[in-house]
């Protein structure tokens, strides 16, 4: 199982969960179970949430493959200058 941990105002958008398991091979499967699960948090894994794998953050990479015991971090982006 994935372990998936939401971080700062995410958790909101998830009623309140911080961390979840799930079944996912790669990083979409974890989006799109987030997103169905969640639907207040849907809108904001397109474009505004940073995806971290075992402490290595992917950008534009959905399809990375993700190992049995995988930590997959969602933050929210950050902005500014």
Known sequence: ????VLWGGLRDLADGASELEMEAATIQDVVSRLGADYPSLRAHLDEN????????IYR????????????VFLLPKLTGG
């Not at 949430?49 to 290595?56: F, L, P, R, Y």
């Open 49 to 56: 949430v940073s995806i971290a794998v075992d402490g290595e």
């Open 60 to 71: 534009d990479s959905l399809f990375v493959p993700l190992k049995a015991d995988a930590e």
């Open 1 to 4: 199982m994935v372990k998936v």
